[in-house]
């Protein structure tokens, strides 16, 4: 089957960059991404992309108006394509059962009953969300209850491993491409032709093929893996911290152990991002519906963890500022979840700067790529007022201007400029003592402590 037309229902962090690679690299295949969000596709198709990815800005610009579209026109691409890629959101469902662990599929469900409406003839269905296991199980009974007569489908599991802030990167040179499909001679079929577009670019031994359910259940165990090793590691910094060790040279000597590997080993004020913590509840809850709970309380664990290191990290501010933070002045470096993304979502900086203001302090924030609104929104979700933030929160848009009479400074993110930083001009600026909290364990510490700062790192003891 030679596919000619793509649509890709999803125009956020994973449809729009993945489907802006797949024109790219085919531009005899037509490639739509649509929408409802209409604000979303103007950006798309402005010069101000809603999404920051260092270098996305050259590949959408290689392929727009040639043979990548972004529209809000769904059925009408839905009905085109041979080919449908549904890169929807899969929240944790905040209500009902399964609430707060359970991926809520609202999302997926309207995407597969909009494609049963407007198809015919014959259609490559590909989960591109993360779903819980089983779902392209819901999709199939979806699609043949709702379609006409003359419309078949073939439902593939195709789940994203890209990183944001890397997603160019991993786009371009995955180190691996997963396809499952049902074994079955159309279900071959199907996965070839998927298979067969991404061969334009990706060596074909990098493309793994499996069976639905081992595809959709191993993107969910990838993003449990990859979080497990960040708690491991946040764990040993508590410990280090308590000890004398150094996280940094522990990681350095266990990573270096090829079974263990150096990668992902970097302690941390917490992960965050829209996946991990969703990604791993979703796996708790799937362990619980399935019997398992053994298996749902170890993976709980992960998450717990990761809200310890937070908690703990505002714990610290708070007991060095002599227990109190009522009126003063702290200055955050860093509000996305990680460096090179403006994406705040379930970032540590959310619920550490909610629980500073809890406390009556000034927070005062300065990131390179987040705004303001961004900033406000996020607090206020948490459960921070406006009150609050008229009266105790400021956005700044240099690392000097926040430092500006500051009684603590703490970095959250570990953007490379933070790396750069005048620390002499820094500590000049600062009431003393110079208080710094260094989230990402990213600052000189020897330096620190000879320029006159008080500083505390993540996971260095002494
Ligand atoms: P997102 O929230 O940025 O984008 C989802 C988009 O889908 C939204 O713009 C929304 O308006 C749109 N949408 C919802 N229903 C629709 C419909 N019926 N028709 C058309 N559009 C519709 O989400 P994201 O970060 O791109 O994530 C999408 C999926 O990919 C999730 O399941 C996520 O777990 C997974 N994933 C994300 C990443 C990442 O780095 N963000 C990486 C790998 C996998
Ligand atoms: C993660 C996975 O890495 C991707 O493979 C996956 O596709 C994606 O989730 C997803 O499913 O959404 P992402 O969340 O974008 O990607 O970014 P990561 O690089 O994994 O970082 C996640 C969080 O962990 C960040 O807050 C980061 O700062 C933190 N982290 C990462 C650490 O604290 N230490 C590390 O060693 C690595």
Redesign the pocket.
């Known amino acids: 089957m030679k596919i000619t037309s793509i649509c890709c229902l999803g125009a956020g962090?994973?449809g729009g960059p993945t489907m802006a690679m797949i024109a790219a690299k085919c531009p005899d295949i037509d490639v739509t991404v649509a929408d409802m969000n209409e604000a979303r596709i103007a950006a798309w198709n402005s010069d101000e992309l809603p999404v920051y990815e260092p270098g996305l800005d050259e590949v959408v610009a290689s392929a727009i108006g040639r043979n990548l579209h972004f529209t809000t026109e769904i059925r009408e691409s839905l009905a085109k394509a041979d080919l449908i890629f549904v890169s929807v959101g899969t929240p944790t469902k905040s209500y009902g059962i399964g609430a707060g662990r359970a991926a809520d599929l609202r999302y997926i469900e309207g995407a597969a009953r909009l494609i049963a409406e407007v198809s015919t003839g014959h259609k490559i269905i590909v989960e591109k969300s993360?779903i819980p296991v089983k779902t392209a199980s819901a999709i199939k009974t979806i699609l043949s209850a709702n379609s006409s007569e003359d419309a078949t489908f073939e439902v593939l599991s195709n789940?994203?491993?890209?990183?944001?802030?890397?997603?160019i990167e991993?786009l371009q040179e995955p180190d691996r491409i997963l396809i499952g499909g049902e074994i079955t001679v159309s279900g071959n079929a199907a996965v070839e032709a998927l298979a067969s577009i991404y061969s334009r670019w990706v060596p074909r031994e990098r493309i793994i093929t499996t069976n639905l359910w081992s595809s959709e259940l191993s993107?969910l165990v990838?993003?449990a893996f990859?979080?497990q090793?960040?708690s491991s590691?946040?764990s040993i910094s508590a410990l280090c911290e308590a000890t004398g060790a150094d996280v940094d040279e522990v990681a350095r000597a266990i990573g270096t152990d090829s079974r263990i590997g150096p990668?992902?080993?970097?302690?941390?004020?917490?992960?965050?991002?829209?996946?991990?913590q969703k990604?791993l509840l979703n796996l708790v809850y799937l362990c619980e519906s399935f019997g398992l709970p053994h298996v749902a309380e170890y993976w709980r664990q992960v998450v717990h963890l990761n809200d310890w290191q937070k908690t703990r990290f505002v714990e610290q501010i708070v007991r060095t500022l002599f227990n109190t933070v009522n009126g003063k002045r702290i200055a955050i470096l860093g509000f996305a979840?990680?460096?090179d993304?403006n994406?705040t979502r379930e970032?540590?900086a959310i619920q550490v700067c909610r629980d500073l203001l809890r406390e009556h302090a000034h927070v005062v924030v300065y990131d390179p790529q987040v705004s303001a609104e961004q900033m406000c929104s996020d607090l206020i979700a948490a459960g921070v007022s406006e009150a609050l933030l008229d009266s105790n929160f400021d956005v700044v848009d240099s690392p000097y201007t926040a430092a500006e009479h500051a009684h603590a400074l703490a970095t959250l993110?570990?953007w490379d400029e933070f790396r750069e930083l005048d620390l002499e001009q820094i500590h000049s600026l600062m009431l003393k003592p110079a208080f710094v909290f260094d989230g990402?364990a990213i600052l000189p510490l020897e330096k620190l402590k000879a320029l006159g700062f008080e500083p505390f790192m993540i996971g260095k003891g002494g």
């Open positions: 962090y994973v993360t789940p994203e491993f890209l990183a944001e802030g890397t997603a991993d993107k990838a993003n990859l979080a090793r960040i590691i946040n990668k992902f080993l970097k302690a941390s004020v917490g992960f965050g991002g829209s996946c991990f990604d979840f990680k460096k993304t994406d970032s540590a993110t570990e990402r």
